[in-house]
């Protein structure tokens, strides 16, 4: 018999049986690698590298209900987006997204989770240390505040963030923390000093999670 096909004895006939089995098994596995992927890329962002809302709004409760007392909840707004695309176009505004979705990413830490909301909106939630809340919120400021390298050179950026802290709130839900950093956000977008949100800002109306009146609201699209 020919020595290359072979299959001598009991062990011989395992390892036929194995390879045989292992095919189909290969194939499963590649099967279930390519679906993991698949959604793995519908819950991220694939410009920021930022969760999707839904897949955030999903690891941010976590976050905060585990971690009450040193739990950070931020959302972030591009400055004069829009005019950075009109000036500098829209790979410049492009760049960006991609290099806040980053800057959010480093700051948060590989504990915490950054989602993209929308255009230029962000949030992220992430645990400080105590007492530390302050500069962990300056820290974010001048990240994101730093000029954007792009093709045609570095780019001047700014951005304004409003946070929300479940222990001074009292509270870790997260739809009353987006309401509060919202309002918190907008302050900081007209004072140009950021903040974190105070108890009355969670009894702000709001349409559709926004800060009634805000631009984007169902209310002032409709008018």
Not at 7 to 21: E, S
Not at 28 to 47: N, V
Not at 111 to 130: I, K, P, Q
Not at 155 to 165: E, K, L, P
Request: include cysteine; hydrophobic fraction near 40%; charged fraction near 20%.
């Amino acid at each position: 018999m020919d020595p290359v096909t072979r299959v001598p004895g009991p062990i011989g006939q395992r390892a036929l049986l194995i390879t045989t089995l292992a095919v189909p098994l290969t194939g499963w596995t590649l099967h279930a690698l390519t679906l993991h992927r698949r959604l793995a890329a519908e819950r991220r962002d694939p410009l920021t590298g930022a969760q999707r809302r839904a897949a955030f709004e999903r690891r941010a409760q976590r976050l905060l209900a585990r971690h009450r007392q040193d739990a950070l909840l931020c959302l972030v707004d591009l400055d004069h987006f829009k005019g950075l695309n009109d000036t500098h176009g829209h790979a410049a505004g492009d760049a960006a997204l991609a290099a806040t979705g980053e800057r959010l990413a480093r700051w948060a830490g590989p504990h915490g989770v950054v989602g993209r909301l929308g255009g230029d909106e962000f949030a992220a939630a992430t645990r400080v240390g105590d007492g530390a809340i302050e500069q962990h919120l300056q820290a974010l400021v001048d990240a994101l505040h730093e000029p954007v390298p792009t093709d045609a050179g570095p780019v001047a950026v700014a951005a304004s963030v409003g946070a929300a802290v479940p222990d001074y709130l009292g509270i870790h839900a997260l739809p009353a923390l987006m309401r509060g950093a919202d309002v918190s956000m907008y302050r900081t977008k007209h004072s140009g000093h950021y903040g974190w949100a105070e108890i009355e800002d969670l009894q702000t109306p709001t349409v559709n999670g926004r800060r009634q009146g805000r631009p984007g609201t169902a209310l002032e699209r409709a008018a």
